[in-house]
């Protein structure tokens, strides 16, 4: 049987997933590398990194399932966003890629934006953030200047890598919808704004659809990774639009809800929609001729995490001793209280926001706090203030036509069978689980197989892989009084907005 391999190239390591035709994982193997911040607000990793962490983790999966150099029959990548990666003439690396967490580039993001205003949402279907790749392209070229001379190609994360299994220098329509460079709408470079930067157009790379072939496998690390050369390699996606497909989540009315550390609220949309103030990404879908929607909050997960750093010491103790997971006894004492939290608020704000606020001062609030609440108020306030700040993204996507259907809910947080009930009474909608949670590289296996010729498009290929699980229906009651407190929330974050200013004026 045919065989599929997905490689995400992420913050802290590089995944390689190995899948069959059907869709089913038969092994998964993840390889970490260093992450180096020189400077304060600055995050920089090394390219060869990434490829020797890739090699490593393939030939680890080929050698301990025995796997047949012939049975592989594509090749998928996926990866952080936004990084870049610059080359030159020799295709040699210049200097250490700036990542999408990098901090350096707030002057430039704010010029772009001043110097663009609504323009670039409307062409780029986003405000241009800080961890986007031209303002990080506009540093270079303000304080390095002898490397950007040096530049002939940038490239995103994931493109290294298919540079090193190809020899060929391109990227998706996906990714590349990450760089405030992108003509969303036209799926091209945006010549308009190329100019306005006076940027050379030799650096920027071909740009194909996320299912189309990229390159072959070249015959040297063909033979350095054990397997065939001439193996198709597809172009991919960046990891929200990789994770978008493993999620099943292509069709119109589909939204996939991945909490980890942030959390993703993602749509395919039909036709190009964008938010006129820039508060969802609007990018190209990794399925052709449509496009995605997708607004990110910062500490979803993370909210949680905190909380179980920060206050949950007497859970991972227990939990050390009784072998369990200290999240899983914090939920437990949430499970006992009444929906509501009995009048306790939480705003998750506690690394800034970025949908819908985009505001970086913003931080979280207990609000409500009385002598009645306690542990268990707390954690179950943060699962709903979570939520909460999620329907914040798929209200703005309603703003703008889409219908949703129903839910899927994929990472970390979907373990939490109290957080899913939370999730499907705020949103009003079925939650589904997923068969398969591998997120970003198992969409780029799946990608993989479509260029391969397994599947004729990137809709027939999820139809017949994609399974969803366990059906979770909404409460009407809960529903309803989810909504008065949703109300309370938003008004909340508005009260505060000055304040948060002050706070950090002082600080």
Not at 77 to 100: C, F, S, Y
Not at 240 to 266: C, D, H, L, M
Not at 480 to 504: D, G, I, S
Request: overall charge negative.
């Amino acid at each position: 049987m045919p065989k599929f391999i997905g490689i995400d190239i992420g913050t802290t390591g590089s995944k390689v997933l190995l899948i069959d035709e059907e869709g089913r994982v038969i092994d998964k193997e993840t390889v970490e590398y260093a992450l180096y911040m020189p400077k304060p607000g600055w995050s920089e990793q090394n390219p060869e990194d990434w490829w020797a962490a890739t090699k490593r983790a393939i030939k680890t999966i080929i050698a301990r399932n025995r796997v047949t150099p012939n049975s592989i029959e594509g090749i998928g990548l996926t990866g952080q966003m936004h990084g870049l990666v610059m080359l030159d003439k020799n295709w040699e690396v210049i200097r250490p890629a700036i990542l999408w967490n990098d901090q350096r580039t707030a002057a430039e993001a704010e010029l772009l934006n001043q110097k663009f205003g609504e323009k670039v949402i409307e062409i780029t279907g986003s405000i241009v953030h800080t961890g986007f790749t031209a303002p990080k392209i506009l540093w270079i070229k303000r304080n390095e200047p002898q490397n950007f001379e040096k530049m002939r190609k940038f490239m995103l994360p994931k493109d290294y890598v298919g540079f090193k299994l190809t020899g060929n220098i391109t990227t998706d329509v996906n990714d590349a919808s990450g760089t405030s460079l992108f003509d969303v709408r036209r799926r091209k470079w945006s010549d308009e704004l190329i100019s306005e930067l006076n940027l050379p157009g030799e650096i920027f790379p071909e740009v194909l659809e996320s299912p189309n072939v990229r390159g072959e496998l070249g015959r040297e690390p063909a033979e350095e990774l054990g397997l065939r050369p001439g193996i198709p390699v597809v172009a991919g996606a960046g990891d929200q639009g990789a994770a978008g497909v493993g999620a099943g989540a292509v069709s119109e009315g589909i939204v996939s809800v991945n909490i980890g550390t942030s959390g993703v609220v993602f749509t395919g949309s039909n036709e190009y929609r964008f938010d006129s103030k820039g508060r969802l990404h609007a990018f190209c879908h990794a399925s052709p001729s449509k496009w995605h929607l997708m607004g990110v909050m910062l500490s979803a997960g993370g909210s949680l995490r905190w909380f179980r750093d920060a206050l949950g010491h007497l859970e991972k103790a227990a939990a050390s001793l009784i072998g369990d997971d200290p999240y899983n006894l914090l939920v437990k004492e949430a499970e006992s209280i009444p929906l509501g939290s009995e009048g306790l608020i939480f705003l998750p704000y506690l690394s800034g926001e970025r949908t819908p606020h985009a505001d970086p001062y913003a931080r979280g609030v207990f609000f409500g706090l009385s002598l009645k609440h306690g542990k268990g108020h707390m954690v179950r306030a943060i699962l709903e203030g979570v939520a909460f700040g999620l329907m914040n993204s798929l209200e703005l996507m309603m703003e703008l036509g889409i219908k949703p259907k129903e839910l899927r809910i994929l990472g970390g947080g979907s373990r939490s069978p109290l957080w899913r009930k939370i999730l499907a009474d705020v949103f009003g909608l079925r939650v589904y689980l997923l068969e398969v949670d591998e997120g970003s590289s198992y969409g780029a296996a799946i990608l993989a197989a479509v260029g391969a010729g397994i599947y004729e498009s990137v809709e027939k290929a999820v139809e017949n892989i994609i399974r969803v699980i366990d059906p979770l229906d909404p409460d009407k009651h809960s529903h309803e009084t989810y909504r008065a407190y949703y109300k309370l929330f938003n008004r909340l974050y508005q009260v505060l907005k000055q304040e948060f200013r002050e706070l950090a004026n002082l600080l």
